[in-house]
């Protein structure tokens, strides 16, 4: 281990560094004194590199500051087209905004002009219906009047007639048991009469309820005018509530507009019968008639839509091609009956076979073997 101070170990170092230093100065003086050229041409070359070196940096810097101008050029370029497009899309908005309005505002005004013309056509309406309603109860008064006068007449003329015959017996007694047996006969046959007529004026003189309107009546009304509005006034023979099937809304179209009354009726987006439940058909004697049920799941509403055929070329269109389900109902309508599709995929019996002769449910129908 060294006795020397930490004083002593820095001074020495020191020393040494001097020592190099100074031995590196000698050095270079003695190369430069044996070339001296060599040495000026070192020094121009390293004065043109430094220039040229400074040359480029100020080109780099000039470039770098026109970039930057150029970013900054652009960024604001940027922000101002964000600008632009912004306040377009507002403008866009706001004429979409007020053309939604007015656009809004109309179909206000055209319903409200609806609900005016549908409201004036159910007063219309309303007003017949209570007029007819008038009329009939009016007639049926009348009527009555008439039955009950007459139901007195004859219990009048029977009472008389009664009268006469006591008389008449009281006049001439005859002891014959025949005769007076066939008297007692005529007498209870008399009493009996004019009680009969008595009863049937006492019913007759009762008072005739008014019929309440349909609660229904107001649904039929909506359907005629959604029909009348877009297919017109002339494709229905009448329209009328059937009491006797729960007030279901029924409509009677023409032969020749009877496919398009139920293409219309399972089509418009206002009415939506889209489920057929029911179809058959009856022989009226005078004439065949077809009815279909329907049901719009949409409106939870029922409607009949019934249709009257000649009763000697009973042909009418297929509903098929509306309602899947009308298939196996128009066949049985066709085995039974006899009344021919016009388009069903497959007219063939369905209950009877197929060699049977004759329709049965035909108000004229004679069975081919009359032993079966």
Excluded: C
Aim: glycine share 2%.
């Amino acid at each position: 281990m060294s006795d020397q101070t930490p004083e002593e170990l820095e001074a020495k170092r020191k020393a040494v560094e001097e020592a190099k230093r100074k031995a590196a100065e000698l050095r270079k003086k003695k190369a430069e004194a044996e070339n001296p050229a060599d040495d000026i041409e070192f020094q121009k070359k390293k004065a043109v590199a430094e220039a040229k070196a400074k040359a480029a940096a100020l080109k780099k810097q000039k470039e770098m500051e026109k970039s930057e101008q150029h970013s900054v050029a652009e960024e604001e370029d940027v922000a101002l087209a964000k600008k632009k497009a912004v306040a377009a899309a507002k403008a866009k908005a706001a004429a979409l905004k007020k053309q939604k309005e007015m656009n809004q505002n109309k179909v206000d005004q055209e319903a409200s002009e609806d609900d005016v013309a549908l409201a004036k056509k159910k007063a219309v309406a309303a007003a017949k219906a209570k007029a007819a309603a008038l009329k009939k109860q009016k007639e049926m008064e009348n009527g009555a009047d008439d039955e009950a006068s007459l139901a007195k007449k004859k219990a009048v003329a029977a009472a008389k007639a009664k009268a006469a015959a006591l008389r008449k017996q009281k006049e001439a007694p005859s002891s014959d048991p025949t005769d007076e047996k066939a008297k007692a006969i005529a007498a209870a046959k008399a009493k009996a009469a004019a009680a009969k007529a008595k009863k049937a004026a006492s019913e007759t003189e009762e008072p005739i309820k008014e019929e309440s309107p349909s609660p229904n009546q107001p649904v039929l009304e909506r359907y005629l005018h959604i029909i009348q509005e877009n297919l017109g006034d002339d494709l229905l023979e009448e329209a009328y509530i059937n009491r006797l099937a729960k007030d279901v809304p029924t409509l009677v179209a023409k032969k020749e507009t009877y496919l398009k009354v139920a293409q219309f009726l399972k089509y418009n987006e206002l009415l939506a019968f889209d489920y057929l439940s029911e179809t058959h058909g009856t022989d009226f004697e005078t004439h065949m008639e077809i009815y279909n049920h329907l049901y719009s799941f949409q409106n939870h509403q029922s409607v009949a839509l019934k249709v009257k055929i000649e009763r000697d070329a009973p042909v009418i269109d297929s509903l098929t091609s509306l309602w899947t389900g009308a298939n196996w109902p128009e066949r049985e309508t066709y085995d039974l009956l006899g009344i021919v599709f016009k388009g069903h995929p497959n007219l063939t019996r369905i209950m009877m076979p197929d060699d049977w002769v004759g329709h049965p449910l035909r108000k004229d129908y004679e069975p081919y073997d009359v032993e079966v």
